[in-house]
Structure formats: structure tokens, C-alpha cells
């Protein structure tokens, strides 16, 4: 693992977004896995700024809530139109997500991994950290060789994502359809990106602490080509 300290979240944002240019730049048909969360809004202004192109890019995002449709403005592919697809030239036909409104989770969880295999896997996986110790949404205690499957979420992630939904917590879905942790580890690159006070202590706990399901981004310690890119305050722990 490769822990990339910066001296602050500018800093750190435009190094993840230039790690992905870079990868695109080199294989215009990179297999791409996407992240959602506020850390992430400024990685994808930065990639629309910088003007590389995403026609031959497929892209995976890691989870969508269960039971909110595309067109819900809180949904993760709603995040993601906003935030990136309306802004590149990408094929909105190669970009995937977790189908959370699927009447059979398991059936649709399934299909996410065949997808995904059918792609031939996916390249460089972006990665935020939620203070649960989640990645995706594999809350403590998801099996570290977990597939995509459907979680329910604590009430530490629901509160933590309460401000999209208008600050209420209660409002936040209780599940979400998730690529499972061993999913997360198949992939050929990873980098995560964490900023801020309040994931100091995850993070410490992920990059230091023993590999455990109790901090499921502990198991980014098994990959053999990660990056952890962190600005002053989230490397405050270690
Ligand atoms: C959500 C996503 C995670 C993300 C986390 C961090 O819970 N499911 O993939 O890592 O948010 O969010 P933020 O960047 O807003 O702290």
C-alpha cells in the first residue's frame, strides 16, 4: 500500500483526479470503478475540467440505495449524471450501477457481477471511506470475501449521509445494493481518497489497525496495487 499524504484536500483531490487521467490517457477503454459521497464532487470536476475523454471508458459504480429510482435526485446514478455523465462524451450504455429498484436483489446483485466479469473486470477502482469504516457501503462486519449483494445500513452511515437528504437521517434508505468487499479486492488498482477531520481515525484504523471485517476498508491491506491519497487533516491519525 502506498499512503500518499498531502498537505491539503485541493491537493489531494487533484492528485486522485489526475491518477485517473492518467490511467484513461494510457487506455482510452479503461474498466473504471466509480464512488459517490462529497469527497468525490471535486474528483469529477477536476476530470471534467481536464477534458479526457471518456467515450471508450466503462464505468462501475460501487452501490445505488435500494428502492430509489434513477430519476430520484438521491440516488447514486442521479449523483452520477450530475456530477459526471452529463459533463463527458461517455456511452450512458456503458455506464453501470446496482439496480436498487430490482423486484429480486439477489438475482440483480448477480447480474452486477456478470457484468462486470463480461467487461473483463475493472481496471482502477476510486474508493471513499465512509466513518463506519465502510467501502461501497460494506458496513463492520461484511464478509471479506463478500460479493455484490444488498446491506442494510447502520445508523452511523444514515446520519452521515442525512445532509443529502435534507438532514434528516430517518429520510436516508435503510439498504443499499453494494459491491461486496471481495469484489472491491478483484479489481487491478485501487485508490482511495479520504479528506477531513472526522475520517482521521477511520483511516488510521484502516491502514494500521489489523486487517479485520470489524473496519471493512481494512481490507484494501490484502490489494497489491493500492494508493491511499489523504489530505493533512484524514492522515492526522496515523
Ligand atoms: C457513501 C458511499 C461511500 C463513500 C462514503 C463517503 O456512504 N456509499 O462509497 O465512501 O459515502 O462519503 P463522503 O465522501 O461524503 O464522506
Redesign the pocket.
Known amino acids: 500500500m502506498e499512503v500518499i499524504p498531502c498537505p491539503d484536500r485541493d491537493r489531494a483531490v487533484a492528485l486522485t483526479a489526475r491518477l485517473i487521467e492518467t490511467r484513461l490517457r494510457a487506455k482510452p477503454d479503461l474498466v473504471l470503478g466509480l464512488?459517490?459521497?462529497?469527497?468525490?464532487?471535486e474528483v469529477y470536476a477536476r476530470l471534467v475540467a481536464s477534458g479526457v475523454s471518456f467515450a471508450r471508458c466503462t464505468t462501475f459504480n460501487?452501490?445505488e440505495y435500494v428502492g430509489l429510482p434513477p430519476e430520484d435526485p438521491n440516488s447514486?446514478a442521479s449523483y452520477m449524471r450530475h456530477h459526471l455523465f452529463d459533463h463527458v462524451d461517455i456511452d450512458p450504455a456503458r455506464t453501470h450501477l446496482p439496480e436498487g429498484m430490482a423486484r429480486d436483489l439477489g438475482t440483480a446483485a448477480a447480474d452486477y457481477e456478470a457484468r462486470i466479469a463480461a467487461a473483463g473486470g475493472i481496471d482502477l477502482q476510486l474508493?471513499?471511506?465512509?466513518?463506519s469504516g465502510?467501502?461501497?457501503?460494506n458496513e463492520p462486519l461484511s464478509a471479506l470475501r463478500s460479493r455484490t449483494r444488498d446491506k442494510i445500513?447502520t445508523p452511523t452511515?444514515r446520519r452521515?449521509?442525512a445532509?443529502m437528504f435534507g438532514g434528516d437521517s430517518a429520510a436516508v434508505p435503510k439498504r443499499?445494493l453494494?459491491m461486496g468487499v471481495g469484489t472491491i479486492l478483484d479489481t487491478r488498482e485501487l485508490v482511495l481518497l479520504?479528506?477531513?477531520t472526522?475520517?482521521a481515525s477511520v483511516v488510521a484504523r484502516a491502514v494500521e489497525g489489523p486487517l479485520t471485517s470489524r473496519v471493512s476498508a481494512s481490507a484494501i491491506q490484502l490489494h497489491t496495487r493500492c494508493k491511499v491519497v489523504l489530505d493533512a487533516e484524514a492522515a492526522a491519525g496515523l
Open positions: 464512488a459517490t459521497g462529497r469527497t468525490m464532487e460501487l452501490d447514486y474508493l471513499g471511506i465512509g466513518e465502510h467501502i461501497g457501503f445500513l452511515t452521515q449521509n445532509g443499499a453494494t479520504a479528506s477531513g472526522a475520517k
